[in-house]
């Protein structure tokens, strides 16, 4: 995956991390000349120093191409700008930190796929809502596996289906365990007869390099980024 990062302060610097870690193609934008130099003596990926209002250097981080950006700049201003530029450019996973959360209906209205507050969130959060967008909540267990609570969503692989027929129609990767159902105020052990609906909360172990196999089963017609 081409994934533009926009600043790289405390929250960029997790997110750069990730997704290096995970193998993808990252383009850094840094405003900051020293704090460019920083990133890029200290990560393996690309760092162009400048402003990334500008659609020449979106264009220099390969923006036509990318298949998300995260933008994680102090300035709301600056966030929104960027993201509607990502948006003419034709990136079609856009994620921005908002640092004022009254503005986030305003970043909402924009259009945006995701919008999440840094007070709320920190950087490997923003992160995976790259990956897998109905992903709400997360937890590293170590060993390269992690806990996953994500939204059955409408028209998605797994909407109506028992929990054996997922097994059995193999819609989940392997080494992939559904733990529990959270559905309206109830807390469902799943066994193989349990059926899934619309809107149930599940929460689900998974090997990290499958969290976005797992978000487009669990996902709408719109097909989520494979990694």
Sequence with gaps: MHIIIVGSGRTGKHIIQAAI??????????KDKEVANWVATNFDCVVIHGDATHVEILKEAKAEQADAIIVT??????????????????ISRLVSSVNNDDLLPVFEQLGIDTVESPHRLNGRYLYRAVQGPNVKEFLDLGDGFELLEIIVEHQSAI???QI???SKERILPADTLINL????NQIII???????????I???LSRKNQ???ISKAFGSSKDPLEI
């Design 21 to 30: 870690q995970d193998r993808q193609d990252v383009y850094v934008i840094e």
């Design 159 to 161: 909407a109506n289906k």
């Design 181 to 184: 159902i959270k559905r309206n």
């Design 190 to 200: 799943p066994e193989g007869e349990t059926r899934i609906f619309v809107n149930d």
């Design 73 to 90: 700049t102090h300035d709301d201003a600056v966030n929104a700008l960027v993201i509607l530029l990502a948006k003419d450019l034709g």
């Design 164 to 166: 054996r027929e997922l």
């Design 211 to 213: 969290i976005s196999s």
């Design 202 to 204: 599940v929460v689900v």
